[in-house]
């Protein structure tokens, strides 16, 4: 016996637990089941004994009342190579998540109830959002029902809604979705953009399901979802050249709309003729994200890539400020502001945008009621602005609470966003005495439409 042990290389006398379960893991010792994983039946051997030790559901499966008896078990809904970042895992309780891979893991842990790992991911996605993926989060939102990660797609995807609703991953969104994206009124897009691309998203759907792609069959597909679109916003120039030419609405859908551009008194009584990006708790018309010019819809410059979730901002009533200039004319409605932190908050604001020979151009004074539940408001100018090109302006913040209620603060600012063909540049402001720069503060967007000497 003392022979036989000499014989075998001693590889497990200085190795602590993590490192003994990597060696038998990768070296396949004493594998009591295989995994047959993916389309292709790639074989993964494993430990019964590491698996039901990390999940309910392997444990249920090899020793439960339906024990499966088989040595080899088929997984064709899981690819190889997320099976096996799971066993790495379950095995040695550490891992990197890669953004191609951070969807199938999702699922691949809620199968086998990994809560630890699912946890994991959904920090990832929260923190890895873009145009190009965020409906496809949303999606994994709505299977899991993992609300806070729908709200933070949602917070996403109604700050950059033209790149988002334009977007590839946008056309293959589920119907509940994209319900959820049509009933916002925090959506930075004009109805022009929205309508262009949802009839697209009913084509998708059309294909989809093998049938033509009719008029009669989009409405089939859209169904309710038709009524969500707010076509009293298009304005009445659209309308009567372009809208009423389409089959899409039928002819009481459209009579209802005629009455509401051209009878005096008369509002639309089947379709939201309500801004998007209001804010909810005013009714101003003042305070809607819809220019005169309804070919001319306000654009909204983002400027901060996160907003910092466990920090506050101190509102003490000094003022918060960044410089920009562009490269194109604009007219200037206003900005973004932050607001309370933690519950309701009502702050006294004022906003000013001044030259660089430090003469005020234009301002607003107005008060807002705001929520935890809501990170930005708008607070628009009196009236817009024209800003020149190369010319550098610094926008002036001042938020005043009477209970003291700090804001919540961006972070991961940028210093070049373009938005809309036009490039704005952010650079710190003398004005800024609490502490707002380039890379953190208040003050996370720019609202804008193009000047008419401007032409995408």
Same mark, same amino acid.
């Given at each position: 016996m ?10 497990? +006398?200085?190795k602590c ?15 009591d089941?295989n995994?047959?994983?993916g $389309?292709? $039946? ?10 039901? &030790?990390?999940?309910?559901v392997?444990? &249920? ?12 078990i ?6 190889? /190579?997320?099976?096996?970042t ?10 990197? #998540? ?14 086998? &109830?990994? %809560? ?12 890895? %959002? ?26 996403y ?9 334009? +977007?590839e991953?946008f ?10 994206v ?5 959506? %930075?897009?004009?109805?022009?953009? #929205?309508?262009?691309?949802?009839l697209?998203? &009913? $084509? ?11 008029p ?9 979802l038709?009524?969500?679109? *707010?076509f ?15 089959? #899409? ?5 459209k009579? /209802? ?6 009878k ?8 939201n003729? *309500? ?18 010019n ?24 000094e003022p918060?400020? #960044? ?5 194109h ?9 932050y607001g309370?932190?933690?519950? $309701?908050?009502?702050?006294d ?19 807002l ?10 607070v628009?100018?009196?009236?817009p ?16 609470s009477?209970?003291?209620l700090?804001?919540y603060?961006?972070k ?20 800024? *005495? ?5 890379k953190?503060? %208040? ?14």
């Open positions: 003392a022979g036989l042990v000499a014989d075998c290389e001693d590889w497990q +006398s200085y637990i993590l490192d003994c379960n990597r060696h038998m893991y990768e070296n396949q010792i004493a594998c089941i995994f047959l994983v $389309e292709n $039946e790639v074989s993964i051997p494993a430990h019964k004994y590491i698996l039901v &030790s990390r999940s309910c392997f444990y &249920s499966m090899f020793y439960g009342p339906l024990a499966e008896t088989k040595s080899d088929r997984l064709p809904d899981i690819e190889a /190579d997320v099976f096996k799971l066993l790495q895992y379950l095995y040695l309780d550490e891992i990197e #998540i890669k953004p191609e891979m951070v969807l199938p893991l999702l699922y691949a842990s809620k199968k086998y &109830s990994v %809560q630890k790992l699912s946890k994991k991911c959904l920090k990832y996605l929260a923190l890895d %959002q873009s145009s190009e993926n965020v409906c496809a989060i949303l999606e994994q939102s709505h299977l899991y029902d993992e609300i806070e990660l729908q709200n933070k797609c949602m917070e995807i109604c700050a950059h809604a033209k790149e988002v609703v334009e +977007s991953d056309l293959n969104i589920c119907p509940t979705c994209l319900e959820l049509l009933k916002s009124d925090q959506l %930075q897009v004009d109805e022009k953009t #929205i309508l262009k691309c949802v697209k998203w &009913s $084509e998708k759907r059309c294909e989809r399901n093998d049938l033509d792609i009719t009669e069959n989009q409405r089939s597909q859209l169904g309710k038709l009524y969500l679109i *707010r009293p916003l298009l304005g009445e120039t659209y309308f009567t050249d372009t809208v009423t030419d389409s089959e #899409i609405l039928s002819d009481s859908e009579v /209802d709309l005629f009455k509401h551009f051209f005096k008194g008369c509002t639309s009584k089947l379709f003729y *309500r801004n998007r990006f209001v804010n909810p708790e005013s009714s101003s018309s003042s305070d809607s994200f819809q220019s005169d309804d070919s001319k819809p306000i654009q909204t410059c983002i400027r901060y890539q996160n907003v910092y979730e466990d920090g506050s901002w101190y509102c003490g009533g918060d400020a #960044i410089s920009f200039l562009c490269n004319p604009i007219m200037l409605h206003g900005v973004l502001v309370s932190y933690i519950g $309701e908050g009502i702050y604001v004022t906003c000013s945008i001044y030259d660089n020979t430090d003469v005020e151009l234009a301002n607003r004074r107005t008060q009621k705001t929520s935890e539940s809501q990170h930005t408001y708008p628009l100018l009196e009236t602005y024209s800003v020149m090109p190369s010319r550098k302006y610094a926008l002036v913040v001042k938020l005043i009477s209970d003291g700090d804001t603060q961006g991961s600012g940028l210093m070049t966003v373009n938005c809309g063909g036009v490039r704005f540049t952010f650079s710190k402001s003398k004005y800024s *005495r609490n502490g707002t720069d380039v953190i503060g %208040q003050i996370p967007g720019l609202l804008f439409t193009c000047s008419d000497d401007f032409d995408e």
